[in-house]
């Protein structure tokens, strides 16, 4: 498709939908496999189970993803012929080649169409959504399917020695269909995006002993496994989670009560709190979903506004804005008129 250079197009959320494992792995089962309690849990992360993906039966990233858009496209009422473009957000591939997005294409009936994944960790979502946005007011493409999916607890050690990890994160997927629009008035009003390559050693998953931030002392298993310096994690999150909304928020020239519905990542209830307070938000402004699903990283914003989306919270003409941080490090928000 040849891109219109002298037309500016809108761009509109018509679908969304989720993939989800149905394997729950409550805080409960935890304190068998680990020394902690639920109370714990609940008080640090406000997380009271999460997903996980039976990998006996098949499940894994590009399972989920495909249950996700096709769901997704369901709810849009259009096809898999429909779409011009798959983009999925992800950290966790099956594998390191092909893509996701090429094994969803080729389980949903979409091949021939370009796509490609993109990693940003927990930031993927909320990255490629502005880059998809201007896809589509460019004219290069009519309708695109988007999806944040991960399944990191296969990176996960379940013991004591990884409980800061293991009692955060849960496997997921989450869809949505954006199509171009005549009408310039709905898509992406501001966005802001950053990353902080050298805050990267506060959480990664080290490929080798080298990769580790401690590399002389590195036991064989935390080699592939999720490292995390939570209280690093959190002073960063802290911080830059309010910066970001208020860089967003000057960047449109608007305050934070003009704004509908902030999708948030799911890291933290108490980071989620204190954003909300921190801008004086009603509770029904900052939807909070973390203690179904824990941490599900680029699935995290889509799952909320999903369920927004499924009990009638999001309405037409709303503004809303979906704000994530994670690994890389890296932090954003992108700032839409439906």
Known sequence: MTPNQSRQYGVEIIGSGNGLPSRRLTNA????????????????????????????????????????????????????????LIVVATMTPDMPT???????????????????????????????????HELLKGGMFKTVALIGADCLTQYIDYSTAGRTASILFGDAASAIILRRTDDTSKGLIAHAMHTDGAGSSILLIPGSRSDHPDPENCEDREV???????????????????EVIQETLDLAG??????????????????????????????????????????????SCPLVFNELCKDGSIKPGQRVMFIAFGAGLTWGASLWQL
């Open 224 to 242: 592939k496994r999720v490292y995390m310096n939570g209280p690093m994690v959190f002073k960063f999150a802290v911080k830059k989670f309010p």
């Open 254 to 299: 608007l305050e934070a009560d003009d704004v509908d519905h902030y999708i948030c990542h799911q890291a933290n209830a108490r980071i989620l709190e204190a954003a909300r307070k921190r801008f004086g938000l009603h509770e029904d402004k900052l939807r909070i979903n973390i203690n179904k699903y824990g941490n599900t990283v680029a699935a």
């Open 98 to 132: 092909p893509t996701v997005s090429c094994l969803v294409a080729s389980k949903i009936g979409c091949d021939g169409v370009p796509a490609f994944d993109f990693n940003a960790a927990c930031s993927g979502f909320v990255f490629s959504i502005s880059t998809v």
């Open 29 to 84: 089962d935890l304190v068998k496999m680990m020394d902690t309690s639920e109370e714990w849990i609940i008080q640090r992360t406000g997380i009271e189970e999460r997903r996980l993906c039976d990998w006996d039966s098949g499940e894994k990233t590009s399972v989920l993803a495909a249950q996700a858009l096709q769901t997704a496209i369901d709810d849009a009422g259009i096809t898999p012929a429909d779409i011009d």
